[in-house]
């Protein structure tokens, strides 16, 4: 019955009078990418959800924020004590590509080409965003860096703050003897990982230049 009456009815005016609603509407209107517009066309949708589907979407977020935390190795997102990558038998253990997120290292895995390990940097140097290299997993970075390593990707976006992250990395790494590379053709100046295919991703990878 509520699912139907959900469709049929006009909640513009409702929206606003009706507190549990515009709270949802409020927190939804909070996330990257959703307008007003967009919060409030979710909000109808998950009141119009039948009980049981409403509790299994509010189920799977409590699970997600109390079991998901970050692999205390490559600081990826796991629900294990160490993430399987890290703890693959199968993974090239003298090969580090690093990137910005959890979302990035997603991307990559899809080209289903590159075997190595991962360390993720939660974020690039930004001096405008007063974001240094002490808030970001560098120090983590070099602490990995152990005798059986032989390369670095770094594969940082393609904009102003990842490439001037990759260069500081690079300087950083290259005294170690290390050989550190960059992603190369393929992606843009100015896009994001998250958002190439697989096969642009593969050609960046595999097009890795030295630094």
């Known amino acids: 019955m509520l699912r139907a009456w959900a469709v049929e009815w006009d909640y513009s005016n409702m929206s606003q009078s009706v507190q549990p609603l515009r709270n949802l509407i409020n927190e939804l209107a909070k996330m990257p990418g959703i307008g007003r517009k967009s919060a409030q066309r979710l909000a109808y949708y998950i ?11 509010s ?7 109390e079991k998901v935390h970050l692999c ?9 004590e160490i993430c399987d990558i890290c703890t693959s038998t199968k993974r090239d253990t003298s090969m ?17 080409e590159y075997k190595g390990l991962y360390h993720v940097l939660h974020g690039v140097i930004s001096p405008m965003d007063g974001i240094g290299p002490d808030d970001i997993k560098l120090k ?4 990995r860096l152990g005798e059986n390593m032989q390369e670095i990707i770094i594969a940082t976006n ?18 170690l003897g290390i050989k550190v590379t960059r992603i190369a053709k ?8 998250e958002f190439a295919d697989e096969y642009t ?8 230049v030295e630094m």
């Open 59 to 65: 189920d799977a977020i409590i699970q997600l924020k």
């Open 96 to 112: 580090i590509c690093v990137v910005q997120s959890p979302k990035d290292i997603m991307a990559i895995e899809k080209t289903r």
């Open 201 to 208: 991703l593969l050609s960046a990878i595999e097009g890795r």
């Open 158 to 175: 393609p904009t102003i703050e990842g490439e001037a992250t990759a260069l500081y990395i690079s300087r950083l790494i290259k005294p």
């Open 140 to 143: 983590e970075l070099l602490e």
């Open 47 to 57: 009141l119009s959800l039948e009980t049981s589907q409403a509790f299994a979407l």
């Open 186 to 193: 393929g992606m843009p100046i100015g896009s994001d990982l």
């Open 72 to 80: 205390p190795k490559c600081f990826n997102i796991t629900d294990s």
